[in-house]
C-alpha cells in the first residue's frame, strides 16, 4: 500500500463527495474566463459572503464555495449565454465528541444571454450527519430543489440587483425546502416511525410477564373463543 | 496481511460504512478477501446484517434466517418444525456415498432437552414480539449446545426479532381554489432488528448461573417526502405539481454487554423455563435501553450535528422576510402574490438580514418556474 496510491484513492474520493472544494484554493480553481466576467465575479463575492454568514467555518468545521463559468454552447445567437455551476460545502468533523457531518450544496443558474436580466436556477442538497459514540448511526438526506426563475424588474440597470435575488431565492431554498421540513421529519422519525418499529411499552402499561404457563392459558382461551364464535 | 488483522481492518471500514448497506458492502470486502474462507467466515460471524425472513412451510409460519439456524450453504432450520428449508434431501442425496455421517452432521437439530426449550423459548417470544412490535412482526430463538451441554446447564443462543414497515400516506386533495398547502405525499419505511446473543454457563460450585447477553439494534428510517416536505401549493388551478423528491434516511446500529448471574433453577424440565424467563428480562431491559437511547441520543445528536453546521438552522421565525419584501410593483405583482401569501413578515434578526431587506425592497422578484406565464 503504497503512499502514493493512498493518494491517489484519496483524490478520487474527495472529488466524488465533493470535499476537494474545501481543500482546495479558491482562486485557482476558477478558470480564466471567470476574471473576465463581471457577473460572474461579483456572483462568486455573493456567495462567499453568504458561506460566511450561514455556515461555520472554525472549530473543527470547514466551509467553502466554489463557481465553474461555463459559456453557452450556442450556434445560432452570439449573444453568449452563460451557466454557472457553484458547489457549497461544508464540512464538520470532532472526533473527540464522536460525530461529524457535511451539508454539500450544488447550484446551477444560467443566464440565457450576456445582458440578460434573467436567470434560472437549480440546485440539489445533501446532508450527511454521523455520530459514533455507541454504535452507528447516520443521517442521510438528499434534497432536490425546485426551479426558479429570478428577474429583475426592469427599473433596475445594475447586475447586483440581480446577484441580490438569487442569494434571496439561495436563502430561501434553504430555509423552505431544508430546514423547515428537517424540523418535521425528525418529529415524524421520532413520534410515528420509531413509535411504529417498536412500542415504547406494551399496551398492558407493564413489562412484560415473562411466565409462559400464564400465555399458553391465555392463548388456549383465546383459541376456544375462537372456536366457540 | 494475516487473518486478525483482515478482520480488523473490515470491521473498521464496515462501523463507518451506512448502516443500511452493511450487506452490501460486506458483500464487496467478502470479494477482496477472497480466497481466505476462514476470514471470511469469522467475517460473517462478527458483522450484524438486517436480519432476512423465511417461510416455514410445513408449518405455515415465518422464521428468521440468520447464521446460527444456517447449514452448508443456504439451508435453514425453522424453529417452528424443526427443519430445513429449502428441503436438503437432494443435497444429501448428492453427497451421500462415502460421507453419509458427515452430511447429517452439517445440518444440525437439537434434540431432548434443548429443543424442548428452545420451542418453549419460541413461543414465550412470540407474545413478547407481539405485545412489543405487532403482528406483522418476525422472531426466532436458535439454542445451541455449549460449556457441557444442557444436562451440565450450559448452552448458548440467539433470540432475533425482525419488524419491517414500508408504507404510504396520501391525504385527501383539498379544494384547489383555496390556496392551502397540498398535502405531501409521504412514504415511510424502515425496519427493527434486535439480534440478542446469549451465553449461559454454570459457575463453579453449581449453584449460580452466568448469563452473558451481547445485543446488537439495527434500525433504519426512511422518510421520502414528494413535494418538498412542508412545502405548499403556491396558486393557481391548473398548476401541475413539480415531483420534488426530499430523502431522509437514519439508519443506526447500536451495541450493548450485559452479564448477570442468578441462582441455579432445579434441574427439572419446568425448572429450565426459568432460563427463560431469566434470559428474557435482560433482554426486554436492554431493548428499552436502546430504544429510548435512539430515540433520544442519537436522533438528537444528528440534529445536533446540523445544528453545528449551519447558523441559523431550526430558526424558521425568520423565513418569512424574504417573500414579503420581494414583491414588486408591476406586472409582476399578481404572480408574486403566491410567495408572500405563504411568508409570513417577521422582524428581522441580524444586521446582515437587515441590509439584505432593505436593498431587496423594489428591486427584484423571484417566481416560481412552474407559473403559467401571464
Known amino acids: 500500500l503504497s503512499p502514493s496510491f493512498i493518494k491517489d484513492v484519496e483524490i478520487l474520493y474527495n472529488s466524488r463527495v465533493g470535499r476537494e472544494i474545501i481543500l482546495s484554493d479558491l482562486r485557482v480553481q476558477q478558470g480564466q474566463a471567470m476574471n473576465d466576467d463581471d457577473f460572474g465575479n461579483s456572483l462568486n463575492d455573493a456567495f462567499q459572503e453568504y458561506v460566511k454568514g450561514h455556515f461555520y467555518n472554525s472549530k473543527g468545521n470547514e466551509s467553502n464555495v466554489v463557481i465553474h463559468g461555463v459559456d453557452d454552447d450556442d450556434d445560432d445567437d452570439d449573444v453568449g449565454g452563460e451557466t454557472y455551476n457553484v458547489l457549497m460545502s461544508t464540512e464538520r468533523i470532532q472526533l473527540h465528541q464522536y460525530h461529524a457531518g457535511s451539508w454539500f450544496a450544488k447550484y446551477t443558474i444560467h443566464r440565457p444571454t450576456k445582458d440578460s436580466k434573467k436567470v434560472t436556477m437549480d440546485g440539489k442538497v445533501q446532508l450527511h450527519a454521523h455520530t459514533f459514540e455507541n454504535g452507528n448511526v447516520q443521517l442521510k438526506s438528499n434534497i432536490t430543489l425546485p426551479s426558479c426563475t429570478c428577474t429583475t424588474s426592469s427599473s433596475s440597470t445594475s447586475q447586483g440587483a440581480l446577484i441580490e435575488g438569487i442569494m434571496a431565492q439561495i436563502h430561501q431554498w434553504d430555509d423552505q425546502f431544508v430546514l423547515q421540513p428537517l424540523e418535521g421529519v425528525y418529529h415524524d422519525m421520532s413520534s410515528e416511525i420509531l413509535k411504529k418499529l417498536r412500542r415504547v411499552m406494551p399496551v398492558t402499561r407493564t413489562k412484560f410477564d415473562w411466565n409462559l404457563e400464564g400465555h399458553r392459558f391465555v392463548k388456549a382461551v383465546s383459541l376456544d373463543v375462537q372456536g366457540g364464535k | ?374
Open chain 2, 1 to 374: 496481511m494475516d487473518s486478525e488483522e483482515k478482520i480488523d481492518a473490515s470491521l473498521d471500514i464496515l462501523k463507518r460504512m451506512p448502516p443500511q448497506e452493511t450487506e452490501k458492502h460486506l458483500k464487496n470486502i467478502t470479494i477482496l478477501l477472497q480466497p481466505d474462507s476462514n476470514a471470511i467466515e469469522d467475517l460473517h460471524h462478527k458483522v450484524d446484517c438486517p436480519l432476512q425472513t423465511a417461510l416455514d412451510t410445513i408449518v405455515n409460519k415465518p422464521f428468521v434466517l440468520s447464521e446460527y439456524n444456517r447449514a452448508e450453504g443456504e439451508f435453514y432450520r425453522s424453529p417452528w418444525s424443526n427443519e430445513y428449508f429449502p428441503s436438503p434431501s437432494s443435497f444429501k442425496n448428492n453427497n451421500d456415498s462415502s460421507n453419509n455421517k458427515n452430511v447429517e452432521g452439517m445440518f444440525f437439530k437439537p434434540s431432548g432437552e434443548l429443543r424442548e426449550l428452545e420451542e418453549q423459548a419460541n413461543e414465550v417470544l412470540e407474545s413478547y414480539r407481539e405485545m412489543y412490535y405487532g403482528k406483522d412482526s418476525v422472531g426466532s430463538v436458535y439454542l445451541w449446545n455449549q460449556g457441557g451441554g444442557i444436562q451440565e446447564g450450559g448452552f448458548a443462543g440467539c433470540f432475533l426479532i425482525q419488524k419491517q414497515i414500508c408504507k404510504e400516506e396520501e391525504e385527501e386533495e383539498e379544494e384547489e381554489e383555496q390556496n392551502q398547502s397540498g398535502p405531501p405525499k409521504r412514504s415511510q419505511s424502515g425496519y427493527w432488528n434486535s439480534i440478542h446473543v446469549v451465553d449461559v454457563n454454570v459457575l463453579s460450585g453449581g449453584d449460580r448461573v452466568k448469563y452473558e447477553l451481547s445485543t446488537t439494534v439495527l434500525v433504519s428510517m426512511d422518510l421520502i417526502y414528494s413535494d418538498g416536505g412542508n412545502h405548499s401549493n403556491k396558486s393557481g388551478a391548473k398548476e401541475e405539481r413539480a415531483f420534488l423528491p426530499m430523502v431522509v434516511e437514519i439508519g443506526g446500529s447500536m451495541s450493548k454487554h450485559k452479564e448477570t448471574i442468578r441462582p441455579n433453577p432445579t434441574s427439572t424440565t419446568r425448572g429450565k423455563l426459568e432460563h427463560i424467563a431469566n434470559i428474557g428480562q435482560m433482554m426486554e431491559a436492554v431493548e428499552i435501553e436502546i430504544r429510548s437511547n435512539i430515540d433520544t441520543l442519537s436522533i438528537q445528536q444528528t440534529k445536533d450535528v446540523l445544528q453545528g453546521i449551519r447558523k441559523d438552522s431550526m430558526a424558521s421565525s425568520w423565513a418569512g422576510y424574504v417573500g414579503s419584501n420581494v414583491v414588486s410593483g408591476g406586472s409582476r405583482s399578481s404572480s408574486g402574490v403566491g410567495i408572500a401569501s405563504l411568508l409570513r413578515p417577521t422582524a428581522s434578526q441580524n444586521p446582515m438580514q437587515a441590509e439584505l431587506m432593505a436593498r431587496l425592497k423594489q428591486r427584484s422578484t423571484c417566481e416560481d418556474i412552474s407559473q403559467p406565464n401571464k
